[in-house]
């Protein structure tokens, strides 16, 4: 299975930004799908997750700013991002696995990363 992802960017403070992960040789159906972000020298981070039941988890500095979704007929992930501050400054990382892994950083499958960068 190959993820990648799409949407990063550079955005002000208080701006949104929609992130994409498309998935290829892997059934979204069977699958948990995750968020995670990391800056260097900090551990990965899991910042959303959603279920094949499509039950949502979030981390608590992203709740209620931060939607995750998905689109199975597509093989794509999103991650919906609104009230950006530069703390959400990071590599922004999508993540799938059979077992639901939730927000710990435990997937098998990984994408290469997009950058999203907050200015102030």
């Known amino acids: 299975g190959r993820l990648v992802e799409s949407g990063g960017g550079v955005v002000q403070a208080g701006g949104s930004l929609r992130l994409s992960c498309t998935a290829s040789g892997l059934n979204f159906d069977d699958l948990t799908m995750g968020w995670f972000r990391q800056v260097p020298g900090k551990e990965r981070e899991g910042v959303a997750a959603i279920d094949l039941w499509g039950v949502t988890i979030y981390a608590n500095s992203v709740k209620g700013r931060f939607t995750i979704s998905n689109d199975n007929a597509k093989n794509t992930l999103y991650l919906q991002m609104k009230s950006l501050t530069p703390e959400d400054t990071a590599m922004y990382y999508c993540?799938?696995?059979?077992?639901?892994?939730?927000?710990?950083?435990?997937?098998?499958?990984w994408g290469q990363g997009t950058q999203v960068t907050v200015s102030s």
């Open positions: 993540a799938a696995d059979r077992r639901d892994w939730q927000l710990l950083p435990e997937y098998t499958y």
